[in-house]
């Protein structure tokens, strides 16, 4: 009965494809990826200058827009110089950087934060469109792996796994543009990460549902998103008992409304599928593969993903909604 209420809710909140603007978006894409990129880019403040002898950096905003670039084509950097010498060819870079240099500069830790500001103003033209979220983790796998031996029946094998790391995202439910992001190690807790998520969506979008697992119950959670005007929908796990969580007032309801209203709060929980559709579309069409060596330049491919992912959101939902973006106005409205 439970698998029907989800199959049924999942129906539901999926709009029926458009697809002369899905088709016009998919033919255009490229073309249109490289110009709001372009302008994405502008956005990217320049390095300063270290002191002494030597050549100056490359200029930041192209470096950016070659990683970029590189992570949506899905190719190497040695692979990725002809792309260059194109873009330079049309205007977008004044000169080609070495394919050396593009790894390089993606193994700086000072990139990160470039990086995430870039992304929270990739998700700026939606902010009218979006006000139902979803939270989540997923790992991303690199390179590297880890041994062990595991003993069982008196018998010894060992074992390998490969090192991973876990990307923590808030993404709206119409477009699945990400909206908040988190990196971190593969054994850290995906609890502790709710609260920044919601806070740094929070700054740009008005908050009305949001929609988590049980791994993120907890009356602080669940306070929180109260606080910001919003409803969270986080189903209570079997042992969930009113206790001394009971005089939160948020906890209280929402517990009598899971287990009095449990049609009614699978209806709008079903929509968290939408978090794993999300992730499903940034690892089949950028790889869920990390190349990078360093963990730096890791945690920086992954936000280039998630960028590459956003600007690809923004341009279908120009298509089928009409929306016109400007990171130009966008951006300053955030400052």
């Known amino acids: 009965m439970k698998q029907n209420t989800y199959a049924d809710a999942s129906r539901q909140i999926q709009a ?13 894409e490229k073309r249109a990826f490289i110009k709001l990129l372009f302008e994405l880019c ?14 100056s950096r490359l200029p930041l905003h192209e470096i950016v827009f070659a990683l970029l670039l590189q992570t949506y084509s899905c190719t190497s950097s040695r692979r990725f110089v002809s792309d260059m010498t194109s873009l330079k060819e049309q205007g977008y870079v004044r000169k080609i950087p070495h394919f050396n240099s593009i790894s390089g500069y993606l193994s700086l830790p ?48 060992e074992k390998r796994k490969a090192v991973w790391l876990k990307c923590h995202l808030t993404c ?5 543009i990400v909206t908040a992001v988190q990196i971190t190690d593969r054994c850290v807790n995906d609890h502790g990460q709710f609260v920044t998520l919601i806070e740094e969506t929070s ?9 988590a697992d049980k791994a993120y ?31 939160d007032s948020v906890w209280q309801s929402l517990y009598w409304f899971f287990h009095l209203q449990n049609d009614r709060f699978r209806k709008f929980y079903g929509r968290r599928a939408n978090v794993e559709c999300t992730f499903s579309m940034i690892k089949r069409k950028f790889g869920e593969r990390l190349r990078s060596k360093s963990v730096s330049a890791q945690m920086n491919e992954i936000l280039c993903k998630i960028l590459c992912h956003n600007i690809c959101c923004v341009i279908h939902a120009r298509h089928r909604m009409s929306i016109k973006p400007d990171f130009r106005r966008d951006s300053a409205n955030q400052q």
């Open 172 to 176: 709206g439910i119409m477009s699945h």
């Open 42 to 55: 502008k956005f990217v403040p320049e390095f300063a200058r270290i002191p002494g002898a030597g050549r």
């Open 203 to 211: 700054k740009h979008f008005q908050i009305k549902r949001v929609m």
């Open 217 to 247: 119950l907890s009356a602080v959670n669940l306070r929180y998103v109260d606080d910001k005007g919003g409803v969270a929908f986080v189903p209570f796990k079997k042992n969930s008992r009113l206790g001394n969580k009971a005089r």
């Open 16 to 28: 029926v494809r458009n697809w002369h603007a899905y088709n016009k978006a998919q033919t255009t």
């Open 110 to 157: 000072e990139l990160h934060p470039i990086l995430k500001n870039l992304l929270s103003i990739s998700c700026s033209p939606l902010e009218e469109l979006e006000d139902e979220f979803a939270v989540d983790s997923s790992g991303f796998s690199t390179g590297r792996y880890f041994e062990w031996m595991s003993t069982k029946f008196g018998a010894q094998r």
